[in-house]
């Protein structure tokens, strides 16, 4: 069903809301997407990543984000 599936769970910090950000770029450069496209889906995954840090889990560093990445031929699909 998926060429691809990663799980992650991001510790609610900033240095490891950095890193994940980081690691999704990466994802994408492998997934073939232009640059253009990498800059677009970076900037709305680390929105929805911040907005799960600060309004969902409070900043509370002892809470956990959960990620959830799936690629397939066709598409990205990414649960926070």
């Known amino acids: 069903l998926f060429d691809q599936e990663l799980i992650l769970k991001v510790r609610t910090q900033p240095d ?3 890193l994940t950000g980081d690691v999704f770029d990466r994802l994408m ?3 073939g997407y232009t640059e253009e496209e990498q800059v677009r889906m970076g900037h709305t995954f680390r929105e929805a990543l911040g907005n799960a ?5 409070k900043n509370d560093p002892a809470r956990t ?4 990445y ?10 926070i």
């Not at 840090?53 to 889990?57: K, V």
């Not at 984000?65 to 959830?68: C, D, P």
């Open 65 to 68: 984000i959960h990620v959830n």
């Open 16 to 18: 490891a809301v950095e």
């Open 53 to 57: 840090a600060e309004h969902g889990n």
């Open 29 to 31: 450069q492998i997934a």
């Open 70 to 79: 799936l690629r397939s031929a066709d598409r990205v699909t990414v649960v």
